[in-house]
C-alpha cells in the first residue's frame, strides 16, 4: 500500500500512536480498518500519488470526481493526525480534509469493512465514493493541481504541488505563483528541497533568484541555510546581498 503514498521523510519518521482513543462520542481508533492501518505500517499519512476520486455525483472538483490530497496519520501531530469529531453524525471518522471538504469511514451501515464517503458541507454533498478504504485506494486516479489565473493555492494544494511536479517547466509555474507568499521560511523550505535534485536544482535556484532581486527585504532566517545548497552561485548571491538598492 505504500506505493498510494508520496514517500516523505517527515512522515515516515512518524512513530505509529495505536493507543485508543475516541475519534467520535462512539467511535475509537480501535474501530478504524485494518487496511487503513495498513497503510499506516508503511508511511504515517502523507499526500496521495494520485489524487482524482471517481464520484457518481458532482462535485466541486468536478463533474464526476473530488480531489484527494493528504490522507492523516496517527501520531502526535494533531494538524496531520485523526481528528475528534464533533460537528458531524458520530458514525463518520474523518481521514483527510480540505477547504470543508472531507473523506470518511462511514460506520453507518454496521458493516465489518466502513464505507468511504466523500463530504461537501459548503453544498452539503454527501456521497459514498467507495464500499470500503481497500476499494477506494484501488479507484483512485492520476490528476494535476491547476493552478488558478486568479486566486492563491491553499498551502495543501501548493504542498501536493509541489510534490507532484514531473519537469521544471511545472516548478517554475508554482514559484511564480507563490513568489509573494508571506511565509518564506516555508517557500525557502521547498526551495532547499529541490536544490538536492539534479533535474530541478536550477529551477530551484531561480525561484532563489527571484526572492534575492525582489524581496530580500523579507528575506526568512533560513535563507543562509539554503543559500548553501548553491555554491557555485555563492560569489553572486553575496554580491547581490551587498549591493545598494
Same mark, same amino acid.
Not at 500512536?17 to 480498518?33: E, G, H, N, Q, V
Given at each position: 500500500?505504500? *506505493?498510494?503514498?508520496?514517500?516523505?521523510?517527515?512522515?515516515?519518521?512518524?512513530?505509529?500512536?495505536?493507543?485508543?482513543?475516541?475519534?467520535? *462520542?462512539?467511535?475509537?481508533?480501535?474501530?478504524?480498518?485494518?487496511?487503513?492501518?495498513?497503510?499506516?505500517?508503511?508511511?504515517?499519512?502523507?499526500?496521495?500519488?494520485?489524487?482524482?476520486?471517481?464520484?457518481?455525483?458532482?462535485? *466541486?472538483?468536478?463533474? +464526476?470526481?473530488? !480531489?484527494?490530497?493528504?490522507?492523516?496519520?496517527?501520531?502526535?501531530?494533531?494538524?496531520?493526525s485523526l481528528p475528534y469529531q464533533d460537528f458531524l453524525p458520530d458514525y463518520f471518522i474523518i481521514f483527510s480534509s480540505h477547504k470543508g471538504c472531507y473523506f470518511t469511514f462511514d460506520y453507518s451501515r454496521g458493516e465489518v469493512e466502513p464505507a468511504i464517503r466523500y463530504l461537501d458541507t459548503e453544498t452539503d454533498n454527501w456521497q459514498v465514493v467507495a464500499s470500503n478504504f481497500t476499494a477506494f485506494l484501488s479507484n483512485l486516479r492520476p490528476g494535476k493541481i491547476t493552478v488558478p489565473?486568479?486566486?492563491?493555492?491553499?498551502?495543501?494544494?501548493?504542498? !501536493?504541488?509541489?510534490?507532484?511536479?514531473?519537469?521544471?517547466?511545472?516548478?517554475?509555474?508554482?514559484?511564480?505563483?507563490?513568489?509573494?507568499?508571506? +511565509?518564506?521560511?516555508?517557500?525557502?523550505?521547498?526551495?532547499?528541497? $529541490?536544490?538536492?535534485?539534479?533535474? $530541478?536544482?536550477?529551477?530551484? $535556484?531561480?525561484?532563489?533568484?527571484?526572492?534575492?532581486?525582489?524581496?530580500?527585504?523579507?528575506?526568512?532566517?533560513?535563507?543562509?541555510?539554503?543559500?548553501?545548497?548553491?555554491?557555485?552561485? *555563492? +560569489?553572486?548571491?553575496?554580491?547581490?546581498?551587498?549591493?545598494?538598492?
Amino acid at each position: 500500500m505504500a *506505493s498510494h503514498l508520496i514517500p516523505t521523510a517527515s512522515e515516515k519518521n512518524l512513530n505509529l500512536l495505536l493507543k485508543k482513543r475516541p475519534l467520535t *462520542s462512539t467511535l475509537t481508533t480501535a474501530d478504524l480498518p485494518e487496511s487503513y492501518l495498513q497503510l499506516l505500517t508503511e508511511q504515517n499519512g502523507g499526500y496521495v500519488k494520485n489524487m482524482v476520486v471517481p464520484t457518481q455525483e458532482p462535485t *466541486s472538483d468536478g463533474l +464526476d470526481c473530488a !480531489h484527494l490530497h493528504y490522507i492523516l496519520g496517527l501520531h502526535e501531530n494533531k494538524e496531520k493526525s485523526l481528528p475528534y469529531q464533533d460537528f458531524l453524525p458520530d458514525y463518520f471518522i474523518i481521514f483527510s480534509s480540505h477547504k470543508g471538504c472531507y473523506f470518511t469511514f462511514d460506520y453507518s451501515r454496521g458493516e465489518v469493512e466502513p464505507a468511504i464517503r466523500y463530504l461537501d458541507t459548503e453544498t452539503d454533498n454527501w456521497q459514498v465514493v467507495a464500499s470500503n478504504f481497500t476499494a477506494f485506494l484501488s479507484n483512485l486516479r492520476p490528476g494535476k493541481i491547476t493552478v488558478p489565473f486568479e486566486g492563491q493555492l491553499t498551502r495543501t494544494e501548493a504542498e !501536493h504541488a509541489f510534490l507532484t511536479a514531473g519537469e521544471p517547466d511545472e516548478l517554475d509555474v508554482l514559484w511564480a505563483h507563490l513568489e509573494d507568499t508571506d +511565509d518564506k521560511e516555508w517557500y525557502f523550505d521547498w526551495i532547499q528541497y $529541490f536544490a538536492q535534485i539534479p533535474m $530541478f536544482h536550477q529551477s530551484a $535556484f531561480g525561484a532563489l533568484e527571484t526572492q534575492i532581486l525582489y524581496f530580500r527585504l523579507d528575506l526568512p532566517q533560513n535563507a543562509d541555510m539554503v543559500f548553501k545548497f548553491f555554491p557555485e552561485k *555563492s +560569489d553572486w548571491i553575496q554580491e547581490e546581498l551587498a549591493a545598494d538598492f
